[in-house]
């Protein structure tokens, strides 16, 4: 139990386009899921908090219009990455916490290259 | 406010010798304490979590960690290391457990495993 599946786990796209990467909590129910970005050999980045039925709390320094969060859903989250250019290029995972004996699960991750 | 540091970026360790990952933290509040684990080009994997309850917690893989609040160190050990334990280690606090609290990362410790 207590699963995140992330997708697509890998996608390549070219710049000036938009992909969409989606976040499901598959046996649990979310109102919370996070959204990381990871950088080669880097720690996780904590980009934004995706809030169901609310608008999500971006970091500082992380482009609202740029990263387009929606969370319509107690088990789905989405990250539309706008727009894309090869800077954005990243390894994106998001997560969400199915309750106190759990911590925090993660997805699987999705590298986004943008050619 | 929180912070956490992992004192290594780099562990090399031979197989079947004991693994030490070191991890000091900074907590405004008790903390809750989280190691993952990263293999390349996936996603996150729950070690163990210290949720205020027992000060030595047992984790998967023969790992554990002991919380030490006089040193404010949370260290990741286990007694024989094996060569599917090569991957990223990170070191993970957050606040007293909410599903919206957010958590931060260590920069990450590389354990190497030599033959």
């Known amino acids: 139990g207590a699963v995140v599946s992330q997708h697509p786990s890998r996608v390549i796209c070219k710049s000036g386009t938009s992909v969409k990467i989606e976040c499901r909590s598959l046996d649990f129910q979310a109102t919370t899921m996070f959204w990381y970005r990871q950088f080669p050999k880097q720690s996780l980045m904590l980009m934004a908090t995706?809030?169901?039925?609310?608008?999500?709390?971006?970091e500082q320094g992380v482009e609202k219009d740029k990263f387009l969060i929606n969370h319509a859903s107690l088990t789905l989250s989405t990250l539309t990455v706008t727009s894309a250019h090869p800077e954005d290029s990243s390894f994106y995972i998001c997560?969400?916490?199915?309750?106190?004996?759990?911590?925090?699960?993660f997805g699987s991750g999705t590298r986004l290259t943008v050619v | 406010a929180q912070s956490v540091t992992q004192l290594d970026s780099h562990v090399s360790v031979s197989e079947g010798t004991p693994v030490l990952l070191r991890c000091n933290y900074s907590s405004s509040y008790s903390p809750s304490l989280f190691w993952y684990v990263q293999h390349p080009n996936k996603g996150l994997q729950l070690l163990l979590k210290?949720?205020?309850?027992?000060?030595l917690v047992k984790g998967i893989n023969g790992f554990e960690a002991e919380f030490k609040k006089s040193e404010t160190s949370f260290h990741l050990t286990k007694p024989s290391a094996h060569m599917s334990d090569a991957a990223e280690y990170f070191c993970v606090v957050s606040g007293p457990y909410s599903s919206a609290s957010k958590i931060i990362f260590g920069s990450g410790t590389r354990l190497s495993i030599r033959p």
């Open positions: 997560s969400a916490s199915p309750g106190p004996n759990y911590g925090y699960t």
């Open positions: 995706s809030n169901e039925g609310s608008k999500a709390t971006y």
């Open positions: 210290y949720t205020s309850a027992a000060t």
